[in-house]
């Protein structure tokens, strides 16, 4: 039986019960979107009294640029690194979770803390265990004979900033990957292991392609998260540093823009990374809803 | 060769639950044992340990004469189709059948002629090439069956395999899995809690309540002679009439509100001792209401087409007498029944025993 639709009278009710929704996203998402795209179309004067129309000159001077370039490739490696050791930590604790008879529960609720703490704020916990100079962690990594000082070398820096996103991540990925191990049925399991697959064999012959659909949509989302929402952590702890090294694409929207006063590049840089969420989500929405769907 | 010998078999969960509590027999190689009982009473408990699902708390597990509480499922030489198939849903049928060869080190060349040979066995072979999820219910059950065949074990296992078929499918199935256990003269433990599946099936009965076997016996031994209240009413269908009553002199006992039933075993009793007698549906045959022994008032009719089932009371209790399509009893109607003393079973109220 098909359920009963309420329909309205007039179209008065309707758009004021959808008002405050579409207010919040005119206003937020909508407005500052079309002003980017149009942003980056135009150059601005130093003194900031002429504009004028350019094209797509922004967009070309982007792809000549070596450091754009560079920061793109930073942030390629800095998406692969968080995803994949968020993700590869997240399976492993949920594959460990779910083993345990006893006090599963607890396991999970505090695995599942650290998602509730803000980007910034994680950013700036592991930026102190980490702190060159008081940093417990910094202490350890000195006894094992690694000099560790993240201002001043860049590929330290890109792994404070990796650790400090993806910690959060795993929290994340841990649950829905703990949803996923759930849902197997035990039989399937029971069936390989008469069929004398040990818990290696089943882990990589059933478990885990059975986990495809799960792995695929947190590979997405956690892309998603490495690109857009690393803002905070790179901002509390590197602030781009030294020099280029961990100038992620959305930092140096933020950079160019309000501190180097470059509308236009910005502009046209953030319509780049608007293209970019816009294909990660087509592909999910695709993919999630055929092939991986046992 | 495939023989299955459990003794004192118990399982206790952590929980202090205890799910089998000492059971003791044997199966026969290339016997079809079925295991038969109400849900919760353990059979799937005691299958899975057999499988070595599930650890034994006390007492062997012995398959072909060798104790193997301790050896792991893969090693027992035993296969198992489960309630739900259990087909890995990420494979293709052909994969299904192959995984465990695989696992086992098979050469290739073996595993495709066993592979061919059960999809030949189970006419299977269109369905090679398709995902589970692309083949009906009773494909699926075929490929779970596959699975087993391919291995060759000593022992199958069988956990209500036929539970999630519509009806006509599960009695056609049935059918094939009888001839196939026939033909390949494996040894077959089966779970069941549909009682004509039980009978149907097995060379071997066991049936089971809380945790316990009541009673062992090939399925007609089982039925003409119960040896517990408890087998009696949960073997055959409609089950078997229970009336309460107590002996008097000379072999007959008196049900509450008149009626006297003639019972040989109650002879040996002492008068005025409470029995209870149980009457099978089909045995109770019908008399004109004067004068008979036994009557009973018909609540209602059910037509099963071949026969009618009459409900009433006799003797203020629950009666069913199974009787001919022409029978033209109709509601409201008083009529008379009549059994053979033979046919009558004599229960102690207190244990549930059989009286002989």
């Not at chain 1, 990957?177 to 697959?197: K, N």
């Not at chain 2, 696992?103 to 595993?111: Q, V």
């Not at chain 2, 592979?115 to 059950?141: C, F, H, K, N, T």
């Not at chain 2, 107590?246 to 006297?260: N, S, Y």
């Amino acid at each position: 039986m098909q359920a009963k639709r309420v329909t309205f009278g007039g179209t008065a009710l309707p758009l004021a019960l959808l008002a405050p929704q579409l207010a919040v996203t005119v206003v937020f998402f909508v407005w500052p979107a079309v002003q980017a795209v149009i942003t980056s179309f135009q150059r601005e004067d130093a003194f900031g009294l002429k504009t004028e129309f350019v094209g797509l000159e922004n967009f070309r001077d982007l792809w000549a640029d070596p450091l754009y370039l560079e920061s793109f490739g930073t942030t390629m490696i800095f998406s692969a690194a968080v995803a994949v050791s968020a993700l590869v930590v997240g399976l492993l604790l949920a594959v460990l979770v779910d083993r345990v008879s006893r006090g599963a529960e607890i396991y999970s609720a505090l695995l599942i803390w650290p998602y509730a703490v803000a980007p910034a704020l994680a950013a700036i916990l592991w930026a102190f265990l980490l702190n060159p100079s008081i940093g417990p962690l910094t202490r350890l990594l000195r006894v094992l004979g690694i000099a560790w000082n993240y201002n001043v070398d860049g590929t330290q820096a890109l792994i404070l900033i990796v650790f400090a996103s993806a910690w959060k991540q795993v929290s994340y990925n841990f649950l829905f990957f703990l949803a996923g191990l759930q849902s197997i049925p035990r039989s399937l399991l029971e069936a390989a292991s008469i069929d004398a697959a040990g818990p290696w064999r089943q882990f990589r012959t059933i478990v885990f392609p059975l986990l495809a659909p799960t792995t695929f949509f947190l590979i997405v989302v956690n892309v998603v998260y490495a690109f857009f929402d690393t803002f905070g952590v790179v901002h509390a702890t590197t602030g781009g540093g030294p020099g280029q090294s961990t100038t992620l694409l959305v930092y140096k929207v933020w950079k160019d823009g309000f501190i180097g006063l470059n509308l236009g590049s910005s502009s046209a840089q953030s319509v780049v990374l608007l293209v970019i969420v816009i294909a990660l989500t087509a592909v999910q929405f695709r993919f999630l809803e055929r092939r991986i769907n046992y | 060769m495939g023989s299955v010998t459990l003794s004192n078999l118990r399982k206790v969960y952590a929980g202090g639950q205890e799910a089998v509590r000492g059971v003791s027999f044997d199966v026969a190689d290339g016997t079809f044992c079925v295991l038969v009982g109400p849900s919760g009473c353990g059979k799937s408990t005691l299958l899975r340990m057999i499988a070595g699902l599930e650890t034994v708390s006390s007492g062997t597990v012995a398959i072909d004469g060798r104790t193997v509480n301790d050896v792991e499922p893969a090693d027992r030489d035993i296969a198992m189709v489960f309630q739900n198939y259990a087909l890995y849903p990420h494979m293709r049928v052909r994969d299904n059948l192959a995984y465990g060869l695989r696992n086992r080190k098979t050469p290739k060349p073996e595993i495709e002629t066993r592979v061919a040979e059960a999809a030949r066995i189970l006419g299977l072979g269109e369905m090679l090439d398709r995902y589970p999820r692309q083949l009906s219910g009773g494909q699926r059950q075929r490929v779970a069956m596959g699975r087993a065949i391919v291995r060759k074990p000593q022992v199958f296992l069988f956990d209500e395999p036929l539970s999630n078929l519509d009806a006509k499918l599960r009695v056609q199935m049935r059918v094939e899995i009888k001839r196939l256990q026939r033909s390949l003269g494996v040894t077959a433990v089966y779970v069941t809690h549909d009682q004509v599946e039980a009978m149907t099936l097995s060379d071997q009965l066991v049936v089971m309540s809380a945790g316990r076997v009541e009673q062992v016996g090939t399925a007609i031994e089982i039925y003409r002679r119960p040896m517990t209240r408890f087998v009696a009413t949960f073997i055959g269908s409609p089950p078997m009439n229970i009336l309460a009553g107590t002996v008097e002199p000379g072999g007959i006992v008196a049900l509450p509100e008149g009626g006297r039933v003639t019972v040989p075993a109650a002879a040996a009793l002492a008068p005025g001792t409470p029995v209870e007698v149980g009457i099978r549906p089909e045995e109770a045959t019908r008399r004109a209401a004067d004068g008979a022994s036994l009557r009973m008032r018909v609540d209602f009719a059910e037509e099963l087409g071949a026969t009618r089932l009459l409900h009433g009371k006799l003797g203020g209790q629950d009666f069913i007498v199974q009787t001919q399509l022409l029978d033209q009893a109709a509601d409201g109607d008083a009529i008379g029944l009549s059994v053979e003393p033979s046919a009558v079973h004599l229960f102690d109220p207190g244990t549930g025993h059989r009286i002989d």
